[in-house]
Every structure is written in C-alpha cells, then in structure tokens.
T-cell receptor
C-alpha cells in the first residue's frame, strides 16, 4: 500500500516551461514533506522541503505548494532547464520519528 | 569530507548466497537508513537505526538483517539471496538536530541476484 502517491510517472517539458509534479498522502501523522532530486548513478539529494503550517515555499526556480485539507503537495519548477532532467521523489516524515516514506518518483526530461 | 560511502558499488550473487553491504558516514549522524529502489516503486525503507546498537524494521524488512555496532557504520545483510532482492540499495544518514534534518544518501549499490 503506497502511503505517498506521486504523479505523473514521467514528464517531458520544453526548455523554459513549467514542470509540475504532484503528491498525495493519507496519513495525518506526517509532518514534514521534502522533495529529493536524483541524477543517474547518484543518490537522491534534498531539493526543497516544507512543513504543513506553511502553504507555499519558494527557493529560486523551485516552489512547493501545500494543501493540508486536501492532503496534497506539489513541486513546481519554473523556467525548466535541461540540467533539471532527473528523477524527483516526494517524501513524508512520520511525526517525530525521522522515518521517511517516499513516493514512486517522477522522471523529468527537459528538452533543449 | 566523504559524506556517506557505500561498499561495494556493484555485486552479482547467485540465489542462496549471502553478502553484506557496508555503509559508512563521517558526519557523526545519529540516524542511518537502508532503502531499496526499484522501477516504479520508488524508495522503500528496509531497516533503520536511531543510534549505535539499535535497529528497527521499515516497510520491507523480510530477507534482510542489519547491525549498527559503531555509530558511523550501518551494515545490511542478505542471508540467502533471492532474485526478488535484485535492486539498487541506498544508505542514508541524518542528524537529530535540528528537527527535520535532510537525509544524506550514498551513491548506491547495484545488486543482481541470478
């Protein structure tokens, strides 16, 4: 049973476009929602994260939107670049446990 | 500063063989984790540890054992490998403070069981 559902599985975007990846969760025991970026042959690395008391967080071209009532959060990549081509994972942490559950990943390809 | 180092990078096993994957971190992190990554399944938590000498089960612990005898090392063992354990294994670590500290991942071990 997937506790964090991520979509789409793959995404192709033109350079300069907006990439949007969505995640949904059911367990209200989650209280921290990071996004990780993974390049081929490497481990995932933290991209941006949000806590549920905030509805949006922006870092450069990357924005997380969080809808607590709908139990959904999404990653927006503005002005997408070929260098953004990677696999993106959303995740959720069980409150106070340091135990993270990940989504199934989205493979993003940005065309030059 | 090496961060999280996984050994080996690649391994091929025959069904029934055993092996141990080694994870070492030099950041003095309290928490360590083993995940497996499979196509379409994302990252699934196998076992984790909140401190030296302690371990706990994650989402998919069956067929694996772990040990954390030293704070900097976290070992993942397969006693009798099965083809279903073919995967890429990632070790990660994090610190207790500040809260919600990010996971730091190694670069993975690609295991094939034939």
């Amino acid at each position: 049973q997937q506790q964090v559902k991520q979509s789409p599985q793959s995404l192709i975007v033109q350079k300069g476009g907006i990439s949007i990846i969505n995640c949904a969760y059911e367990n209200t025991a989650f209280d921290y929602f990071p996004w990780y970026q993974q390049f081929p042959g490497k481990g995932p690395a933290l991209l941006i994260a949000i806590r549920p008391d905030v509805s949006e967080k922006k870092e450069g071209r990357f924005t997380i939107s969080f809808n607590k009532s709908a139990k959904q959060f999404s990653l927006h990549i503005m002005d997408s670049q070929p260098g953004d081509s990677a696999t993106y994972f959303c995740a959720a942490e069980y409150t106070g446990t340091y135990k993270y559950i990940f989504g199934t990943g989205t493979r993003l390809k940005v065309l030059a | 500063n090496a961060g999280v180092t996984q050994t080996p990078k690649f391994r091929v096993l025959k069904t029934g063989q055993s092996m141990t994957l080694l994870c070492a971190q030099d950041m003095n992190h309290e928490y360590m984790y083993w995940y497996r990554q499979d196509p379409g399944m994302g990252l699934r938590l196998i076992h984790y540890s909140v401190g030296e000498g302690t371990t706990a089960k994650g989402e998919v612990p069956d067929g694996y054992n772990v040990s954390r005898l030293k704070k900097q090392n976290f070992l993942l063992g397969l006693e009798s490998a099965a083809p279903s354990q073919t995967s890429v294994y990632f070790c990660a670590s994090s610190t207790r403070t500040p809260p919600n500290s990010p996971l730091h991942f190694g670069n993975g071990t690609r295991l094939t069981v034939t």
